[in-house]
C-alpha cells in the first residue's frame, strides 16, 4: 500500500467514523446517566430522513439539519416519558423506537416523494460540501506533511469536525463541570443525588436530550453529507456498533474516539479493498463487508463481562418518601 492508498484510506475512516462517533458519544451522556439507550439507531435514521426531506424541500441544508436534530429529539423525548416518569423498561422502550423509526421513515417518504421509500437526490446548497482548511492548497506540496493536511485533515463537511471537537467537549462537560459531576452520580448512586437536592428526573431528561442532539447530528450527517439522499434502512446498524463502541470505550469520550475510529477503518477497507487476493486464496467481498459486524459481535461477546456499565443504569429511579 503506497501513502496515497494510505490517505485515501485514512480519509474513508474518519468519514465513515463520523456518525458512528457522534452516536457514541450520545449513548454516552445517556447511560452515564442510567439511561440505557438501544434506540440511537432509530433516532438516527429518523433524523437522516427528516434532514433530507427538509434540506430537498427548502434548498438549504441547516434548515434540514434543525428538521434531523428535532425529529432525534422527539423520540428522545418519547424515550424519556417511556423510561425515565413511567419507568418503563428502557431497552424495550428503544428497540420500539427502532421499530418506529423504521417504519416511518418509509411511510412517509413513500407519500412525499413517490420514490420507492426515499428522497430525491440532494445538490449544492441542500447539502453539506467540503470544507478546504486555510492554505491546504499551497502547503500540498510539501513533503509527508503537506499531503496529510490537505488530504486528511482538510475537506471535510462541518459536522465531521464538529463530531471531534465533541470528544474533548464531552470530556469537560462530564469531567470538568458540576453538571457532568451530577450527571455521572446519577448514573451510579440517584440516592446521593436526590439527597443533595438536585432532580434525578431533570439531570436524566437532560442526558437523553443531549443524546437526542447528537444523534440528530449523526442522522443528518447520513442523510445530507455521507450521502446525498435518504434511502431505506440507510443507517445500517451503525446504532449498534456504536453501543458496541461504547462499551469497548467503557463509557470513556476519548477511548470512545478510538474505537470509532477503529470501526470506521475496518468499513473504509472494506469499501477500498474488495476480493483481496492472498496468494492464490481469495477474500470475499462479503467478508470483508461483514468485518465491522463481527467486529461488534467480538467485542460484545467478550467485553460485555468485563466492561462494568454505570451500576444505577437500567433501573428506573423511585423516590422514597
Not at 69 to 79: F, Q, T
Not at 179 to 208: C, K, M, Q, Y
Request: aromatic share 10%; proline share 5%.
Amino acid at each position: 500500500m503506497d501513502f496515497t492508498t494510505l490517505l485515501l484510506v485514512l480519509d474513508s475512516t474518519v468519514r465513515l467514523a463520523t456518525p458512528l462517533l457522534l452516536a457514541c458519544l450520545a449513548g454516552l451522556f445517556s447511560e452515564r446517566a442510567g439511561i440505557f439507550d438501544i434506540g440511537l439507531e432509530g433516532k438516527m435514521l429518523m433524523a437522516a430522513f427528516f434532514s433530507a426531506a427538509v434540506a430537498y424541500a427548502t434548498g438549504n441544508v441547516w434548515l434540514g439539519l434543525l428538521a434531523g436534530i428535532a425529529s432525534s429529539m422527539a423520540l428522545s423525548a418519547i424515550h424519556g416519558l417511556a423510561s425515565i416518569t413511567f419507568r418503563g423498561n428502557q431497552l424495550i422502550s428503544g428497540v420500539a423506537i427502532n421499530f418506529l423509526a423504521a417504519g416511518v421513515t418509509v411511510v412517509v417518504a413513500q407519500s412525499w416523494f413517490r420514490q420507492g421509500g426515499r428522497t430525491p437526490s440532494l445538490e449544492g446548497a441542500s447539502r453539506f460540501n467540503p470544507i478546504e482548511l486555510p492554505l491546504a492548497e499551497s502547503l500540498s506540496g510539501v513533503p509527508l506533511l503537506g499531503p496529510i493536511y490537505h488530504e486528511l485533515v482538510s475537506g471535510h463537511t462541518v459536522p465531521v469536525y464538529a463530531a471531534f471537537a465533541a470528544v474533548p467537549l464531552t470530556w469537560w462537560i462530564l469531567f470538568r463541570t458540576r453538571f457532568g459531576l451530577r450527571l455521572r452520580a446519577v448514573g451510579e448512586n440517584p440516592e446521593s443525588v436526590d439527597t443533595a437536592g438536585v432532580s434525578v428526573i431533570g439531570l436524566r431528561f437532560a442526558a437523553v436530550a443531549i443524546a437526542g442532539l447528537l444523534c440528530g447530528i449523526a442522522g443528518a450527517y447520513l442523510g445530507t453529507a455521507l450521502q446525498a439522499g435518504f434511502v431505506k434502512d440507510m443507517t445500517a446498524g451503525r446504532g449498534f456498533i456504536a453501543l458496541a463502541a461504547l462499551i469497548f470505550s467503557k463509557w470513556r469520550p476519548w477511548h470512545a474516539l478510538y474505537a470509532t475510529l477503529l470501526f470506521g477503518l475496518l468499513q473504509a477497507i472494506a469499501v477500498r479493498f474488495q476480493n483481496i487476493d492472498l496468494g492464490g486464496f481469495v477474500i470475499p467481498v462479503q467478508f470483508m463487508e461483514a468485518l465491522p459486524y463481527i467486529l461488534t459481535v467480538v467485542i460484545l461477546a467478550g467485553f460485555v463481562g468485563k466492561a462494568i456499565p454505570p451500576r444505577a443504569g437500567g433501573e428506573p429511579y423511585v423516590k422514597e418518601r
